[in-house]
């Protein structure tokens, strides 16, 4: 393959992979159902009344349903009890305006981080912000997450404050990274494993005000709100990971272990089409049947060599990229963790952006797992048009991209006797 035709080959594939990305994007323009913001409004709600959310009360669910229509069926509020706390002031709004804010609030934080982005990935000024903000905003996990009103936006925002920390060595953004980390950890609870990269290890002061600030905080949440910590720590969180134990993975479901039990055995699926109110039901057939020890047995093996793998990039990178390390990271607990949504996967942007001035077998990469994003925003299409076999397969595309990010972004540790220095274009 020749100079020229490769990088035809590569900007064809841009492209077409941003088309699949816009074009899905106009698909759901009208689907600001804002279906996960309500669990977060009715959880606020219950909190300002003195309510335990864990789970969340039949007939606050029915006021609500009749007096600020809200979704019929609203899901189960996951989020630490902190998170239900901090959001009490929308929940003073109707429902619907609520839902309007924090919708402009999420839109903000992602205009923010798109900035951020272009400036790791090596561009400056106005011009290059504006013309590329599209593909940030269409890109297929940030415009699932704003179309449900996730909170995925706030965890991107909080990475990327916590590289720039690292990159510059800078104390001052710790007092803009730690809240915000904090606040993401109420959110989702995986964001607290971030402190394990190497960098911040390395930085034990950082690392322990970092950790005393967040243990301080859901202290003080179980002195305010008793009884909604204790039903959340002892009882809703582990009765919740015994429920992901024992129930077929999802088909959005993004993790390695979800992947390996929908490839192991024969499943039925009941999902969207391309029409959010289109449910299909699928089965897939397939000529082998494994049973749930050995998909567990599997998956744990191909986690440990892989973070075996992570941990000798990191000794061998010597600290020369700590916010690459901090990437190299949030790939992996996207990896591992349980139950891990596609909108979650917005957390790839910050590995992709510093993939995309690391050279051009990096940017190839990167182009390829933005193809695969792209893919995995099909992922019910493929569900009912391939066959079993293949259906399996591409049900784990946006698993791909973040495998091929972390392979990049490890390997250009060992690669690179130094980290790459970061060229400003100015348009």
Same mark, same amino acid.
């Given at each position: ?6 990088? $035809? ?29 309500? !669990?977060?409004?009715?959880? $606020? ?7 335990? !959310?864990?789970?969340?009360? !039949? ?138 990269? !190497? ?229």
């Amino acid at each position: 393959m020749t100079g020229r035709f490769r990088k $035809a080959f590569w900007i064809f594939v841009f492209f077409a992979a941003g088309l699949i990305h816009f074009g899905t994007a106009a698909l759901r323009i009208n689907a600001f159902q804002a279906l996960d913001f309500s !669990p977060y409004y009715a959880a $606020a709600l219950s909190t300002r009344m003195n309510m335990s !959310p864990y789970p969340l009360s !039949p007939e606050l669910l029915a006021f609500l349903a009749n007096t600020q229509n809200m979704p019929d069926k609203i899901p189960r509020f996951n989020s630490a009890p902190l998170w239900a706390w901090l959001l009490q002031p929308l929940s003073v709004l109707p429902f619907r305006t609520a839902a309007v804010w924090w919708l402009a609030i999420l839109a903000v934080i992602a205009i923010c981080c798109h900035i951020l982005l272009v400036k790791i990935a090596g561009y400056g000024g106005w011009k290059v912000v504006l013309a590329t903000l599209p593909i940030t905003i269409t890109f297929g996990p940030m415009f699932l997450s704003l179309t449900l009103g996730q909170n995925a936006a706030v965890l991107l925002l909080c990475a990327l404050l916590m590289a720039e920390a690292l990159r510059h060595h800078s104390r001052y953004l710790s007092i803009l990274w730690i809240p915000l980390w904090i606040v993401a950890v109420a959110g989702k609870l995986f964001p607290v494993l971030w402190l394990g990269c !190497p960098s911040y290890l390395k930085r034990p002061r950082t690392f322990f005000i970092a950790l005393g600030i967040c243990f301080a905080a859901f202290i003080g949440m179980a002195w305010l709100k008793p009884v909604a910590n204790d039903a959340y720590w002892r009882h809703y969180i582990i009765g919740r990971a015994q429920e992901y134990g024992q129930q077929s993975p999802s088909m959005d479901d993004q993790s390695l272990s979800a992947f390996v039990g929908r490839i192991a055995k024969s499943r039925s699926f009941s999902i969207q089409g391309l029409i959010v109110h289109e449910m299909h039901t699928v089965t897939w057939k397939l000529p082998w049947e494994f049973s749930a020890q050995g998909i567990y047995r599997v998956s744990t093996a191909i986690v440990v060599l892989m973070g075996m793998w992570v941990l000798y990039s990191w000794i061998r990178s010597r600290n020369r990229s700590p916010d690459g390390e901090l990437y190299s990271l949030i790939l992996f607990i996207l990896i591992f963790f349980p139950h891990m949504e596609r909108y979650n996967h917005l957390l790839a942007l910050p590995a992709m952006a510093w993939l995309w001035q690391r050279g051009t077998w990096c940017r190839n990469l990167t182009i390829a797992a933005y193809a695969l994003f792209a893919l995995s925003r099909l992922n019910h299409v493929w569900a009912v048009f391939l066959p079993s076999i293949l259906a399996s397969i591409a049900s784990g595309f946006g698993l791909f991209g973040i495998l091929i990010l972390l392979a990049g972004v490890t390997y250009s540790f060992l690669m690179t006797p130094r980290e790459a220095p970061l060229h400003t274009v100015r348009i």
